[in-house]
């Protein structure tokens, strides 16, 4: 196989540390012509996030360096924004819940048939994470599609001039200025639809002189910029 056909591949990062779990993970994606990189903790799967941007991510939970949702949060601040799929030994509703509140896409059981790894795959591969909730959008503005559709282009024109705004109200440690473009944003981003974005001005509003939070809020803005919506 020649380099132009290996690049083409769609990029998976597999964190696991168990090797039998790894390996039955990574062979089932790799029949679906996946190029997959596996990291066997949170630490080696951050460094990995550095070199290259993937196309799906597939977190272990329970890792011998942290919990899967932190890791995710790590490397959403490092600007990976595609889409995450959990997966974990450990049955109970209330692990789920807080997997997927912690912005993974859906929660995989092990163990698990091939087929339903695959099936699972296929349905989050090529789609970047979901800057717009078509749904919540409609919602919020009555189910009338072309309102959603020019609601969003008001939105995107005025976003540079927000993040702006907010990045200088950082730079001066003026935290009330901060509170105060977040508060207008997180409205905003509840007519549009934008549900990634909402999530990071969640994080921002609760710490606004961290940096991670602040690189994640902006990961979002350039997420929401490359998809029009």
């Given at each position: 196989m020649n380099a132009s056909t290996?690049?083409?591949k769609p990029g998976l990062l597999l964190v696991e540390d168990d090797p039998v779990s790894a390996a039955f993970l990574s062979e089932g994606a790799a029949l679906?012509?996946?190029?997959?990189?596996?990291?066997?903790d949170a630490a080696s799967a951050r460094r990995a996030?550095?070199?290259?941007?993937?196309?799906?991510?597939?977190?272990?939970?329970?890792l011998p360096d942290g919990l899967g949702e932190d890791l995710l949060r790590?490397?959403?601040a490092a600007g990976q924004d595609a889409p995450a799929l959990a997966h974990t030994?450990?049955?109970?509703?209330?692990?789920?819940s807080r997997l997927l509140t912690a912005g993974f896409c859906e929660v995989l059981h092990k163990p698990l048939p091939v087929a339903e790894l695959q099936a699972a795959l296929r349905r989050h591969l090529g789609?970047?994470?979901?800057?717009?909730?078509?749904?919540?959008?409609l919602a919020a503005l009555g189910g009338r599609p072309e309102q959603v559709a020019a609601l969003r282009r008001l939105f995107l024109n005025e976003l540079p001039t927000q993040r702006l705004r907010i990045s200088t109200a950082v730079d001066r440690s003026d935290?009330?200025?901060?509170?105060?473009?977040?508060?207008?944003?997180?409205?905003?981003?509840?007519?549009?639809?934008?549900?990634?974005?909402?999530?990071?001005?969640?994080?921002?509003r609760a710490a606004p002189?961290?940096?991670?939070?602040?690189?994640?809020?902006?990961?979002a803005m350039d997420g929401l910029q490359r998809s029009p919506g």
């Open positions: 290996a690049a083409a679906l012509d996946i190029d997959v990189q596996r990291a066997t996030s550095h070199a290259r941007r993937f196309d799906l991510l597939l977190i272990d939970a329970h790590a490397l959403r030994a450990e049955p109970g509703a209330d692990l789920r789609t970047r994470s979901p800057f717009w909730d078509d749904a919540a959008a935290e009330a200025a901060v509170r105060e473009e977040l508060h207008r944003l997180s409205a905003s981003c509840g007519f549009v639809g934008a549900t990634q974005l909402a999530e990071a001005v969640r994080r921002l002189m961290d940096a991670a939070a602040l690189r994640a809020l902006e990961s």
